[in-house]
């Protein structure tokens, strides 16, 4: 599975739009995107997931580069409860999904 | 439906003592897993299984063992505890092998001194 690279950390006002980068040069064609976040110390939890065009639900959009070689998740209106460690993952599809968990960018919401 | 349910949430062993960490998940998922998670870190994964009777190792098995013998239950056994296990274990299952999505557990914290 590709590797990822994330910052480490960032910050957003409450209320702005969070916009988390993700960097992934040598993601392949059957590998998809995925994001999860690690609020605290809780499990991990499931936000979205894309191959190559974007993708949006009731938490999150992810935004894929044509090239497929980086991403963006954006949290349209962040609040203080999404503060947390996000995740970038890369997955082959047609394994068992053994997602790799990188180190992942903490995001700090502030008033 | 409850997901994903680790058992103990809190566990102190001593060097060398056994212990199990229980999960179960009653969503009918046939894949399960087990991560570990060092303070600072990402999650590294120890063992999954893709169905009842059938386990495989992840990233980091040594110093552990599991069994599937039901869909529900998939236990995680330390058997000789060492100082390099203390973390916070995960329990996770999804659906199929195409999906992403991985339900995961709230997590059982162990301190081996």
């Known amino acids: 599975d590709a590797k990822t690279t994330q910052p480490p950390s960032m910050d957003c006002a409450e209320g702005r739009a969070a916009n988390l980068p993700c960097n992934h040069s040598?993601?392949?064609?059957?590998?998809?995107v995925y994001w999860y976040r690690q609020i605290h110390s809780q499990g991990p939890q499931y936000i979205i997931h894309?191959?190559?065009n974007n993708e949006t639900n009731e938490m999150a959009s992810l935004i894929i580069t044509e090239d497929r070689k980086s991403s963006t998740l954006i949290l349209p209106h962040a609040t203080l409860r999404d503060t947390a460690v996000y995740y970038c993952?890369?997955?082959?599809?047609?394994?068992?999904?053994?997602?790799?968990f990188g180190t992942g960018t903490r995001l700090q919401v502030t008033l | 439906n409850a997901g994903v349910t680790q058992t103990p949430k809190f566990r102190i062993l001593k060097i060398g003592q056994s212990m199990t960490l229980q999960c179960a998940q009653d969503?009918?998922?046939?894949?399960m897993y087990w991560y570990r998670q060092d303070p600072g870190m990402g999650l590294k994964l120890i063992y999954y299984?893709?169905?009842?009777?059938?386990?495989d190792k992840g990233e980091v098995p040594n110093g552990y063992n599991v069994s599937r013998s039901t869909t529900e239950d998939f236990p995680l056994r330390l058997e000789l505890a060492a100082p390099s296990q203390t973390s916070v274990y995960f329990c996770?299952?999804?659906?199929?092998?195409?999906?992403?999505?991985?339900?995961f557990g709230e997590g059982s914290r162990l301190t081996v001194l």
């Open positions: 040598t993601i392949s064609g059957n590998e998809y």
């Open positions: 894309g191959l190559k």
């Open positions: 996770a299952s999804s659906w199929d092998r195409a999906a992403g999505e991985l339900f």
């Open positions: 969503m009918n998922h046939n894949y």
């Open positions: 993952i890369v997955r082959r599809t047609g394994t068992a999904s053994k997602l790799t």
């Open positions: 299984s893709v169905g009842a009777g059938i386990t």
